[in-house]
């Protein structure tokens, strides 16, 4: 697998590519905007490494880089007693449903599951390409949801070690 991407003043553009089988999946746009997919049937003699290795060549030339990988982050949910675990668990896996379709379609990351831990606390699991822009998708996503009603939502960000509050009612 390929993974790139293009800086410039005001966004950032990705390009990811790999071959499966007899086909060449590719996948770009601009991280947090959009996202496109493609997939291209490789000839019945063709070596889908070396049609990789001369399209990352080509990205190259256009000024893509090597990407440096995703970052880790963690929506710890607390459960301030007015959901039962069950209720709690429910709505934390429809939560993280909705984060996924979100982080994929704008091409930012995706969720990497939910971890269901005693009744007062959940934690979903994001790879993020874009740690800004993973946290103003999050943040739209958490807004719109019964979830936060009643419970403490707070963002870890691995590398940083700072716990981020996202949103509190209650």
């Not at 070396?50 to 256009?62: A, G, Y």
């Not at 990407?67 to 429809?94: F, K, R, T, V």
């Not at 982080?103 to 800004?132: A, K, P, Q, R, W």
């Amino acid at each position: 697998m390929a993974e790139l991407h293009k800086k410039s003043a005001n966004d950032t553009h990705y390009w990811k590519a790999w071959v499966y089988r007899k086909k060449l999946y590719v996948e770009s746009g601009i991280i947090g905007v959009n996202k496109n997919k493609e997939e291209i049937q490789l000839g019945l003699f063709e070596n889908g490494k070396k049609r990789l290795e001369r399209l990352v060549e080509e990205k190259r030339n256009q000024g893509f880089v090597d990407s440096m990988g995703p970052e880790e982050l963690i929506i710890h949910i607390y459960n301030n007693g007015s959901w039962s675990h069950e209720d709690l668990q429910d709505a934390s896996m429809e939560l993280c449903k909705l984060i996924e379709k979100e982080l994929d379609e704008t091409g930012v990351g995706f969720t990497d599951g939910v971890g269901i831990g005693d009744e007062e606390m959940v934690n979903i699991f994001c790879m993020v390409d874009d740690l800004d822009i993973a946290v103003e998708k999050i943040r739209r996503v958490i807004s719109m949801q019964k979830l936060i009603d009643n419970n403490d939502i707070f963002l870890y960000e691995r590398n940083v070690e700072d716990i981020n509050l996202l949103k509190t009612r209650g």
